[in-house]
């Protein structure tokens, strides 16, 4: 049985726990998977390590180019037909993404199941959305906090579990994630409640990619964090894109020590975005807690680099770039404060698409930069993409930098520049 909207407001804390679970679930899922998809890459594509990377961001782009066309659309439609629908349509197409994977016999068998996938990709959109709605804007910040964190345990577990299925073969970790993807399918079915209160009219002219970012970005300092977003997440999505060749290059890492390094960077993402989030934002003001994060991340990314010989010492800069944890729930408390009540999904649906852009523009560029700098043609340079991830993150701190310290008179009516 199913909770009205009217539920919803005298249990949010109850449909946190939902979202959380179904963000936890989606990201075991998902971790599941990068242990092995370099072998599966290979597989499919019969080539080496350092090929079989820009294969695999071609991959990737396919999945962020159908992601990018259809979020303003599953967010529009969340605004007007509710959260539940799409989160199940969502977590459908997740699960039988996994599965085609798992039969594919051929690079373009992998194409097709990626493509159909980010079509229907909605899980962290929706999940952002409901939050948006039961949340007062004081709570929103620990309450984003909290889905980070579901996303950070699903790394801790979804990787070890995939590292060790990958000993029974390449194509076991993806059946073991298609099920997992069956089970939140089912788990959204019976306890997901709708958490939307307020309808509004769907609208082709605003589901659209250029639409919705035209509309959203009338909210004040939405372009703004949506520009830092972009820049944000195309330095991020080099490490899924690249992570995983990059250790198996540099420190010839098996799958199984690539699970633990990444079981160890959702651990330390759950303890930074499900506890230290609710204590640094609110004391640091949102401004000042994406200096910190975006500050840390890009030091870890220069760590990666450059500081982590025979590979031991990635654990520290993990444990650096958690930090990084800090800076989504600043910036959606920033744009859903500015966002009106009926216009979430929309902005959940602007965000995707930015983040989309992001995914499908940097795995393509840092997995081309990885092969170029590690074909044994001229210079060697397996962290070349970090580097660039470097410049991207530093470029994206610019404007909060200036929020934080201008004068303060200006200051006052800055989002989050006060501690």
């Known amino acids: ?209 250029l639409g919705s970012l035209m509309s959203v970005s009338n909210y004040k300092y939405v372009p703004m964090v949506l520009s830092a977003i972009f820049l944000i997440q195309f330095a991020y999505n080099s490490l899924p894109a690249v992570f995983a060749y990059f250790a198996e290059f540099t420190y010839g890492w098996s799958p199984l020590d690539i699970a633990w390094a990444l079981a160890f960077v959702g651990l330390t993402s759950a303890i930074v975005q499900g506890g230290l989030t609710r204590k640094l934002i609110p004391m640091l003001g949102e401004a000042r807690a994406v200096l910190l994060g975006a500050g840390c991340l890009a030091a870890s990314f220069v760590g990666y680099s450059f500081f982590s010989p025979g590979g031991g010492a990635i654990y520290f800069w993990i444990a650096v770039g958690s930090f990084g944890g800090l800076v989504m729930p600043s910036m959606q408390t920033i744009m859903t404060t500015a966002a009106p009540k009926d216009g979430q999904g929309e902005l959940q649906g602007a965000v995707a698409s930015v983040m989309s852009l992001a995914m499908m523009t940097s795995p393509l560029i840092m997995t081309r930069m990885f092969t170029a700098y590690t074909d044994e043609v001229g210079a060697v340079v397996p962290g070349a993409p970090l580097v660039l991830g470097t410049a991207c993150i530093l470029a994206a701190m610019v404007p909060f930098a200036l929020i934080v310290f201008r004068p303060k008179a200006d200051a006052q009516a800055s989002p989050g520049a006060s501690a």
């Open 1 to 209: 049985m199913t909770e009205t909207p009217s539920d919803t407001a005298t249990a949010p804390t109850k449909t946190l726990i939902f979202m959380f679970v179904t963000v936890l679930l989606s990201m075991v899922g998902f971790g599941i998977i990068i242990p092995i998809m370099p072998q599966l890459m290979m597989e499919v594509t019969n080539t080496n390590v350092s090929q079989a990377a820009t294969y695999g961001g071609l991959v990737t782009m396919v999945y962020a180019l159908a992601q990018f066309v259809t979020s303003p659309i599953l967010g529009g439609l969340s605004d007007r037909y509710g959260r539940r629908p799409v989160l199940l349509l969502s977590t459908t197409f997740y699960s039988l993404d996994f599965l085609l994977l798992a039969l594919a016999p051929n690079f373009a068998w992998l194409f097709v199941a990626r493509a159909l996938s980010g079509a229907t990709a909605a899980t962290y959109a929706t999940a952002n959305a409901v939050i948006a709605d039961v949340s007062p804007p004081e709570k929103r910040s620990a309450n984003f906090g909290l889905i980070g964190a579901g996303f950070g345990l699903g790394f801790i577990i979804g990787p070890v579990i995939g590292g060790f299925l990958a000993e029974y073969g390449t194509r076991v970790p993806f059946f073991a994630a298609s099920a997992i993807g069956a089970l939140n399918v089912l788990f959204g079915y019976f306890v997901f409640p709708e958490t939307l209160k307020e309808k509004r009219t769907f609208s082709w002219k605003r589901a659209n990619p």
